[in-house]
T-cell receptor, first 118, second 111 residues
Framework: GAVVSQHPSRVICKSGTSVKIECRSLDFQATTMFWYRQFPKQSLMLMATSNEGSKATYEQGVEKDKFLINHASLTLSTLTVTSAHPEDSSFYIC??????????????FGPGTRLTVL | DQQVKQNSPSLSVQEGRISILNCDYT??????FLWYKKYPAEGPTFLIS?????DKNEDGRFTVFLNKSAKHLSLHIVPSQPGDSAVYFC??????????FGAGTILRVKS
């Protein structure tokens, strides 16, 4: 259980276009999902926390108007990179939180999406 | 301010031997700790976790040890296999809050 999918796995787009990335929890409901970004040879950087039915919480330095997050259902969160530029090229990873027992709060990650902006 | 630190960027181990990956943290409010394994161009895979009420958790070849007084945890893999070669991330959280990741340690298991 606890499988998280992302779509697309890879996308190449022209500068100035918008790109939508979907994150789905396949066999469980996730009230909270997270979006991360990873640069080459660096650790995961949390971009925002996505809560079902409410606005996302963005980390300091992340432009909320550029990275639009929508968590419309308990199994789907989307990240839209608006007016993408080459510096937005990165590996974007989502995760979904699973809380089973008191004190156990685990995030399961999607496979990631490689975005290349030309 | 790095709240979770993995001071060894890489580790090389012979197949069949024990791999020990270390992680230190500074925030005493953290009460849940996790280890993830990551291959290039893939999302992290959850390996094992431990809550602050325990000092050891074991799952197959993987054991995590937590020393709260030293704010230190370690992941032991025994026996190590070539397929274990990956980047290992330590992460910590205060219940219900976001995960804080370490920088990762590259493990290479030589056959």
């Amino acid at each position: 259980g606890a499988v998280v999918s992302q779509h697309p796995s890879r996308v190449i787009c022209k500068s100035g276009t918008s790109v939508k990335i979907e994150c789905r929890s396949l066999d469980f409901q996730a009230t909270t999902m997270f979006w991360y970004r990873q640069f080459p040879k660096q650790s995961l950087m949390l971009m925002a926390t996505s809560n079902e039915g409410s606005k996302a919480t963005y980390e300091q330095g992340v432009e909320k108007d550029k990275f639009l997050i929508n968590h419309a259902s308990l199994t789907l969160s989307t990240l839209t990179v608006t007016s993408a530029h080459p510096e937005d090229s990165s590996f974007y990873i989502c995760s979904a939180r699973v809380i089973r027992l008191a004190g156990t709060d685990t995030q399961y990650f999607g496979p990631g999406t490689r975005l290349t902006v030309l | 301010d790095q709240q979770v630190k993995q001071n060894s960027p890489s580790l090389s181990v012979q197949e069949g031997r024990i791999s020990i990956l270390n992680c230190d943290y500074t925030n005493s409010m953290f009460d849940y700790f996790l280890w993830y394994k990551k291959y290039p161009a893939e999302g992290p895979t959850f390996l094992i976790s431990i809550s602050s009420i325990k000092d050891k958790n074991e799952d197959g070849r993987f054991t995590v040890f937590l020393n709260k007084s030293a704010k230190h945890l370690s992941l032991h893999i025994v026996p190590s296999q070539p397929g274990d070669s990956a980047v290992y991330f330590c992460a910590a959280s205060q219940y219900g809050n976001k995960l804080v990741f370490g920088a990762g340690t590259i493990l290479r298991v030589k056959s």
